[in-house]
């Protein structure tokens, strides 16, 4: 449901950079809450994962944010077409990952 948001947001004209305070909190949060699930399904620490989700978060955030502002600027694409190429990325990318879960075995 939060992707599902952010994909539909970020085409909205005047909506904050994801770069801003808000934002880039929510994205931390975000990236953190979804480290510490995937680690807890696996059956490794929470804590690891939340640090690794926000790491994540954090990278993903200023990565694109400056790959995508390079890419219409300067290369002069459209950029809706760099924001559908971005979010199927990244959907792509999360889809992956959760169907690379190794569940941990739960005691009988």
Known sequence: MLSATEIITDKIPGVPDRTGPFPFGGR???GAACGALLSQV????????????????LVGTLVFFNLRQWLHHEMRLPDPLIALAEDALCVGT???IVNSLQPAQQPD
């Open 28 to 30: 931390l949060v975000s």
């Open 42 to 57: 696996e059956g490794k620490r929470m804590l690891t994962g939340a640090i690794l989700g926000s790491v994540g978060a």
């Open 94 to 96: 999360g889809w992956q």
